[in-house]
């Protein structure tokens, strides 16, 4: 039976917009429903138990919206909390992980840089994907405290960003990475400054179209697309200040007359 219902997607804030970007492009005629969790936002350093509490939260907030599937769109999460959301939800669940496994087989010189958050490099699923792709291959990593805040005041650009993931990047190509992963939703956004300060001999990627991918085998393998006739359209909702957080959404997807609504959501301690 095709489904009518939207997708929900989450994030700590705007960088699951880098997935809800590949998932448009390759669904327009789904609804989308986005959760941008801003005041708890930056995740990347927060202990586990928090992250997963808000992932419960959050998963309820979208299952009473009549949600048909959830996308964790944020590495962090996936890490912190994957496992137990699939368990949790009535829906299928799409996380994301860092692209070691591609990157591992793109390098030319063997060694790979990853790019997260502390929370994301010091998991047990990192460290397994690690394991299982990274034959052969240096991997090289980089937690990088401060940018979810930069890309989430808007500033994809700037001296004090460059400054910020200049220093993060120079560490990696001390070790001559030829492929940098983007481990976290928020750095596709800032995709532009790393291939300019990294120079046309370093291959940036992440795990946009793959995890958009995903969620088109998954609705397809459980009957679940949403009737051809349908227009797509997007619902937008934050725990932060929807003012602030609106202009950067507006700004990131270039739509200037997009709306986003404040939902509070409690959330027990896991
Ligand atoms: N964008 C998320 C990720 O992919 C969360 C980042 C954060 O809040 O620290 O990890």
Redesign the pocket.
Known sequence: MPSPLPIGIF???V??LSIMKEVRLRLPAEGLLYYADSA???????PLSVIQGRAYAICDFLQSQGVKLIVV???????AALDQVRDYARVPVVG?EPAVKPASELTKNGRVGVL??V??LAGNRFNNLVERFGNGVEIYTQPCPGL?EQIEAGSWEGPETEALLGNYLSRLLEHDVDTVVL?????PFLRPLVEKMAGTGVKVIDTGEAVAQQVVRVLENNGLFTPESAPGWERFYTSGNPGKVGRVIRLLLQDPGLEVQQVNLDHQLC
């Open positions: 994030d700590s804030g960088g699951g708890y936002c930056p995740y990347g350093s927060r769109a944020s590495n962090t999460t996936s890490v994301v997260a958050t929370v994301t979810v481990g976290c939703t928020h750095y």
